[in-house]
């Protein structure tokens, strides 16, 4: 019954095929085991990237400046060819002739450290004309071979010593009890201040003390032993260049040192602005002690000089004269100005450090301490409310009774302890009470004062 109304469907090859693919399941590709390793190592090294980066940058920069300082330690050395052997290389060569202004801040407020008068008002700048003095002391008198005697007969061996102390025919030989009553304030007081007998030597010829004495006003350095070069003053008023004396002391040795590398000095006794004073007979064999006469016997050098600005030879003096003396004297009233130590304050601090750098012998520095502790000199850090212990590289002073006293006990104090002046300062400063009025100037002023060169080589020996 089917057979005429059935219905036929046909069904054609694309058809069946759509039919296949719908019963065929799809199959995802699974990952090679080998990718996902990949990509767990990349997310590590990452993570450790981001972990240590700051040491990754740190490496190469310390291994940057280990080659450059190897680098630098195989640079020659400067040698300089005279018959004092081979030179050090400044240590700050490039400080040289450097006029910029040292500051620090003060408050919050950075300001110069040595404020100087502009420059019209330094042209113009006067030197103050002579007070009536009140100081205790109106006249020192220094003790000749007239005034005691000293050998039985004079001697030219200006080195010849006494006691094994290093008092000579320069010196005098002053006794304890001498020293003890040149601390005792008086107005007319006696004391031993170097050039004690016209056969002590130092010898000067006539045509430059004549020079000498003229000197109103006086910046000073000395080179004994060749051990430092000469620096030309720099940053100077033409007033001051008018009226200041710029005198430079040198012995055979550092004349000898100095014309070998072709600094002569002129037929007018000149080289650049520094007359050159040649001293002949250094009164000691020891260098450092033979410096200290036109370092702290300037009054004695120069009698009618009023002012005088010492500058250490290892440094370049860069300021006008006139300005530092009115911005370290006349401003504040002092007639003394000296650097302050930057480094300690204690006398007896200074003491170890000057044993430790081979600056002068145990002995002689026990010798020096058991005296000052005999005197009961305090272990005190400041006096008047300045630090006592100074560096003394520069000096500014007028050249007054009380001050002169001063420098001729200070001079007596290295001459028969240690030349290390630093350890003989504060002791004298305290013993002669009467001198307050002292500007003690920190290091930053000494720093703008003067240009640091160092020390070029090292001194050669007096022989005796």
């Known amino acids: 019954m089917f057979n005429n109304n059935s219905i036929s469907i046909s069904v054609s090859d694309s058809d069946s095929d759509e039919l296949g693919r719908m019963r065929v399941r799809v199959r995802r590709k699974r990952k090679k085991p080998g990718h996902r390793v990949k990509n767990e190592l990349v997310r590590r090294v990452i993570r450790a990237l981001l972990k240590y980066w700051t040491l990754l940058i740190f490496l190469p920069a310390a291994g940057l400046l280990v080659f450059e300082a190897s680098r630098i330690g195989r640079k020659p050395s400067l040698v300089v060819n005279s018959e004092l052997g081979a030179a050090k290389k400044p240590k700050s060569e490039g400080n040289l002739n450097r006029l910029d202004p040292t500051t620090r801040v003060v408050g919050g407020v950075r300001e110069r450290c040595l404020k100087l008068l502009p420059l019209e008002e330094l042209e113009h700048l006067d030197i103050p004309e002579g007070e009536e003095s009140t100081s205790p002391v109106k006249k020192v008198l220094y003790m000749s071979e007239n005034d005691t005697p000293f050998l039985e007969e004079n001697t030219n061996l200006s080195q010849q010593r006494t006691g094994g102390t290093r008092f000579n025919v320069f010196t005098g030989n002053q006794t304890r009890d001498q020293r003890e009553k040149s601390f005792k304030v008086n107005e007319t007081p006696m004391v031993h201040c170097g050039f004690y007998s016209e056969y002590g030597g130092f010898k000067i010829s006539d045509e430059d003390k004549n020079y000498m004495q003229s000197c109103k006003v006086v910046v000073s350095t000395c080179a004994f032993g060749g051990g ?7 940053g100077m008023s033409e ?10 002391f040198w012995d055979e040795i550092t004349l000898s040192a100095q014309e070998s590398v072709g600094h002569r000095i002129g037929d007018d006794g000149f080289i650049g602005k520094w007359r050159i004073v040649v001293v002949q007979e250094l009164p000691f ?3 450092r002690l033979n410096g200290k006469i036109p370092k702290m016997l300037g009054h004695r050098l120069f009698p009618h000089a009023k ?13 006008d004269p006139l300005g530092v003396l009115e911005a370290l004297l006349w401003r504040s009233n002092s007639v003394l100005a000296i650097s302050e130590h930057g480094a300690r304050s204690s006398v007896y601090d200074e003491a170890k450090a000057v044993v430790k750098k081979n600056k002068a012998t145990p002995d002689e520095v026990e010798v020096q301490l058991t005296q ?18 100074a560096e003394a590289s520069v000096i500014v002073r007028e050249h007054t009774p009380l001050t002169n006293l001063f420098m001729c006990l200070w001079f007596n ?22 001198l307050k009025n002292i500007n003690m100037f920190p290091v930053c002023t000494r720093k703008d004062l003067v240009n640091s060169m160092g020390h070029i080589r090292k001194a050669k020996p007096l022989i005796t």
């Open 413 to 434: 104090e290295v001459v028969r302890f240690t030349s290390r002046d630093q350890l003989s300062f504060p002791y004298v400063l305290w013993r002669l009470k009467v």
């Open 228 to 234: 430092d070069d000469l620096y030309q003053p720099i």
């Open 372 to 389: 000052y502790h005999h005197d009961d000199f305090p272990e005190d850090k400041r006096f008047n409310g300045k630090k006592a212990l």
């Open 307 to 319: 002012y005088s600005i010492w500058v250490d030879s290892k440094s370049q003096f860069r300021r």
């Open 239 to 248: 007033s001051s260049l008018r009226k200041v004396c710029y005198v430079a």
């Open 285 to 287: 064999a020891d260098q």
